[in-house]
C-alpha cells in the first residue's frame, strides 16, 4: 500500500522503478491470459494439420504401393518394362499436394495420352511407329476412347478431390498461423495503465483479495483487444467456408474413395483397351496412315520380349492396404468439423474468456464487492462493443481508432483471400497454393501504428460486417477516399486489397 499512490486516479505509483515493476508485471498477466486461451486453439488447429497432411500422404503412397503390387502381379514384366509411367504419375500427384505448379487436367491427360502410346505398341507389335506417329496417335485419345469412359471420370473425381484435400489442408495451416501471430500481444501504453489500474491498484487501499468487477474486467479487455475483435467477423465467414469444404470431403471430394481403389480403375481402362484394340488400331490407321510393318523375325521377337499374351489377367481385388495414418477419412473429418465449430467466434468471446478466469476478475457474483477502479464497489458502466469503432466510448481505456494494428490486418486479409480459395474448392474450381512461408510476420500485434504507416483501407468494424463481408468493403472505400496522406508503402497495400476486393467479389 505504501508503494502505490494516487490509485483512484489510475496508474501512478511513488516511485520509477515500483511503477515499472507492476507495469511490467501486469502486461506479462495480460500476455500469459492471452496466450493460454489462444494456445490451445492453435494447438487443435496445428494438430489437425499435421493429421490431415500425414494421412493424405500416407494415401498417395499406399495408392502407389497397391497400383505397383497389384501390376507386377497381374502384368509381370509388361508392367516393369513401363512402370516410369504410373510412377510419373504419383510423383506430379505428390507434387501437386504439397504445392508445386502442376495443371492436374493436364497432368492426366498427358499420362493417358503416353499410356496410349504404349498400349498401341504392345497391341500392334508387327509395325514400326515412329515418334511422330505415336504423337498422332495422342492426338485421337478424346475421339476414340480406347480406356472407355474411365479417363473422364478419374480425372474429375481426381480434380476435385486434390483441390478439397490440399485446400482444406492449408485452410488449416492459416488458421493456426493467424492464431499465433494475433495471440502474440503487445498493449498500447494506455492499455498497461489500464491493465495496471484493474490488476495491482487495489494494493494501495489495502484490498490485496479484492478482485476485479467482471464488467471492469470486460471494458479493460474489450480495450486492449479492440483489433483482435476486428478479426472475429472474417474468422467466422472462414469458419463457415472450412466447414463446407469439410462437407466434400466427406461426399463426392472424397479423396480417400478416389485414391484406395486408382489401380482398379487404371486396370479397368486397360482391359477396356485391349478389348476394342481392333477397332481403335483401325480408326488410327485411317487417320494416322498405315504405319511400316516389321521384318518376321523381330515381330517374333518383340512380341516374345513384351510378353503379351492374347488377354491380360484379369485382377480381383484382395484386400486394400492398410487405411492411411492408421484412420480414415471420415474420422478425421467428423473430429475436425467439431472443432471448427467451436471455433467460431472466439475472439469476439476471448475478453469474456479472460475476464471469466478467477484471477482476473470476480466473475458476474459479488458485484457489490469487487474493484471498480476507485473503490471496493460495484461497477456502473457499460460494457463497450467489440473492435476498434466501439472503443471510442471504453471509460476505462484510451484507444485510437485511427490507429489498426497492421499485424492483425495482415491477417485480415489472410483469411479473406483463404475464404476465397475454399469457397472455389468448394465448387470443383482448382486455386493457387498459399506458400505460407511468405506470409508476414514479425512484430507482435496491439501496439498500433503510427497514422502516416497505416493504409486507412484497412479499417474494419466488427459490429458492422457481421454476416457481411460485401458491406465492410462498402465501409472500407468510403473510409479510404476521406484520406489523402498515405506513403508509398501504404499505397502499395492498398493496391494489393483493392486486387484482393475484386476476386472477392
Known amino acids: 500500500?505504501?508503494?502505490?499512490?494516487?490509485?483512484?486516479?489510475?496508474?501512478?505509483?511513488?516511485?520509477?522503478?515500483?511503477?515499472?515493476?507492476?507495469?511490467?508485471?501486469?502486461?506479462?498477466?495480460?500476455?500469459?491470459?492471452?496466450?493460454?486461451?489462444?494456445?490451445?486453439?492453435?494447438?487443435?488447429?496445428?494438430?489437425?494439420?499435421?493429421?490431415?497432411?500425414?494421412?493424405?500422404?500416407?494415401?498417395?503412397?499406399?495408392?502407389e504401393k497397391s497400383l505397383n503390387d497389384?501390376?507386377?502381379?497381374?502384368?509381370?514384366?509388361?508392367?516393369?518394362?513401363?512402370?516410369?509411367?504410373?510412377?510419373?504419375?504419383?510423383?506430379?500427384?505428390?507434387?501437386?499436394?504439397?504445392?508445386?505448379?502442376?495443371?492436374?487436367?493436364?497432368?492426366?491427360?498427358?499420362?493417358?495420352?503416353?499410356?496410349?502410346?504404349?498400349?498401341?505398341?504392345?497391341?500392334?507389335?508387327?509395325?514400326?511407329?515412329?515418334?511422330?506417329?505415336?504423337?498422332?496417335?495422342?492426338?485421337?485419345?478424346?475421339?476414340?476412347?480406347?480406356?472407355?469412359?474411365?479417363?473422364?471420370?478419374?480425372?474429375?473425381?481426381?480434380?476435385?478431390?486434390?483441390?478439397?484435400?490440399?485446400?482444406?489442408?492449408?485452410?488449416l495451416a492459416v488458421a493456426r498461423d493467424v492464431v499465433s501471430k494475433v495471440s502474440a500481444v503487445n498493449p498500447t501504453p494506455q492499455g498497461t495503465r489500464a491493465l495496471l489500474k484493474m490488476m495491482y491498484c487495489p494494493y494501495c487501499r489495502g484490498l490485496v483479495s479484492v478482485k476485479p468487477c467482471y464488467n471492469y474486467c470486460f471494458n479493460v479487455m474489450r480495450g486492449c483487444l479492440a483489433n483482435q475483435g476486428d478479426l472475429d467477423a472474417e474468422w467466422n465467414i472462414f469458419m463457415d467456408s472450412m466447414l463446407l469444404v469439410a462437407e466434400r470431403l466427406e461426399g463426392p471430394f472424397n479423396i480417400e474413395s478416389v485414391m484406395d481403389p486408382i489401380d482398379v480403375k487404371i486396370s479397368d481402362a486397360i482391359m477396356n483397351m485391349q478389348e476394342n484394340s481392333m477397332q481403335v488400331s483401325q480408326k488410327v490407321f485411317q487417320g494416322c496412315g498405315q504405319p511400316k510393318t516389321l521384318a518376321q523375325g523381330r515381330t517374333a521377337r518383340s512380341v516374345s520380349e513384351s510378353g503379351f499374351s492374347a488377354r491380360f489377367r484379369p485382377y480381383n481385388p484382395e484386400e486394400r492396404p492398410t487405411t492411411a495414418a492408421g484412420t480414415s477419412l471420415d474420422r478425421l473429418v467428423t473430429d475436425v468439423k467439431e472443432k471448427l465449430k467451436q471455433a467460431k467466434k472466439f475472439w469476439s468471446s476471448l475478453p469474456g474468456n479472460i475476464c471469466n478466469d478467477e484471477k482476473m476478475s470476480v466473475g458476474t457474483v459479488n458485484e457489490n464487492e469487487c474493484w471498480n477502479g476507485s473503490a471496493k464497489s460495484r461497477y456502473d458502466f457499460a460494457v463497450t462493443g467489440n473492435g476498434l469503432a466501439s472503443q471510442v466510448n471504453n471509460p476505462e481505456v484510451e484507444v485510437d481508432i485511427t490507429k489498426p494494428d497492421m499485424v492483425i490486418r495482415r491477417q485480415i486479409m489472410a483469411l479473406r483471400v483463404m475464404t476465397n480459395k475454399l469457397k472455389n474448392a468448394y465448387s470443383g474450381n482448382d486455386v493457387d497454393f498459399i506458400d505460407i512461408?511468405?506470409?508476414?510476420?514479425?512484430?507482435?500485434?496491439?501496439?498500433?501504428?503510427?497514422?502516416?504507416?497505416?493504409?486507412?483501407?484497412?479499417?474494419?468494424?466488427?459490429?458492422?460486417?457481421?454476416?457481411?463481408?460485401?458491406?465492410?468493403?462498402?465501409?472500407?472505400?468510403?473510409?479510404?477516399?476521406?484520406?489523402?496522406?498515405?506513403?508509398?508503402?501504404?499505397?502499395?497495400?492498398?493496391?494489393?486489397?483493392?486486387?484482393?476486393?475484386?476476386?472477392?467479389?
Not at 147 to 166: C, E, S
Request: aromatic fraction near 12%; proline fraction near 2%; glycine fraction near 4%.
Open 1 to 63: 500500500g505504501d508503494h502505490l499512490k494516487v490509485c483512484s486516479q489510475g496508474y501512478t505509483c511513488c516511485s520509477q522503478e515500483m511503477e515499472e515493476k507492476y507495469s511490467q508485471q501486469s502486461k506479462h498477466d495480460f500476455r500469459n491470459a492471452v496466450v493460454e486461451l489462444s494456445n490451445h486453439l492453435q494447438t487443435v488447429f496445428s494438430s489437425r494439420y499435421k493429421k490431415f497432411d500425414e494421412f493424405f500422404k500416407e494415401l498417395l503412397e499406399n495408392a
Open 70 to 171: 497389384m501390376f507386377v502381379r497381374t502384368y509381370g514384366r509388361l508392367y516393369m518394362q513401363n512402370s516410369e509411367l504410373f510412377k510419373d504419375l504419383f510423383v506430379e500427384l505428390k507434387r501437386y499436394y504439397v504445392g508445386g505448379n502442376v495443371n492436374l487436367e493436364e497432368m492426366l491427360n498427358e499420362f493417358w495420352a503416353r499410356l496410349l502410346e504404349r498400349m498401341f505398341r504392345l497391341v500392334n507389335p508387327q509395325y514400326h511407329f515412329t515418334d511422330e506417329y505415336l504423337e498422332c496417335v495422342s492426338k485421337y485419345t478424346e475421339q476414340l476412347k480406347p480406356f472407355g469412359d474411365v479417363p473422364r471420370k478419374l480425372k474429375l473425381q481426381v480434380t476435385r478431390a486434390f483441390v478439397a484435400a490440399r485446400t482444406f489442408a492449408q485452410g
Open 437 to 505: 512461408s511468405e506470409e508476414s510476420s514479425g512484430e507482435e500485434s496491439g501496439s498500433g501504428c503510427e497514422l502516416q504507416q497505416c493504409s486507412p483501407e484497412f479499417e474494419f468494424n466488427a459490429t458492422e460486417v457481421t454476416g457481411n463481408s460485401n458491406k465492410s468493403d462498402k465501409n472500407m472505400n468510403t473510409s479510404a477516399a476521406t484520406r489523402s496522406s498515405l506513403s508509398q508503402a501504404a499505397l502499395l497495400l492498398s493496391i494489393l486489397f483493392l486486387a484482393m476486393q475484386r476476386q472477392w467479389r
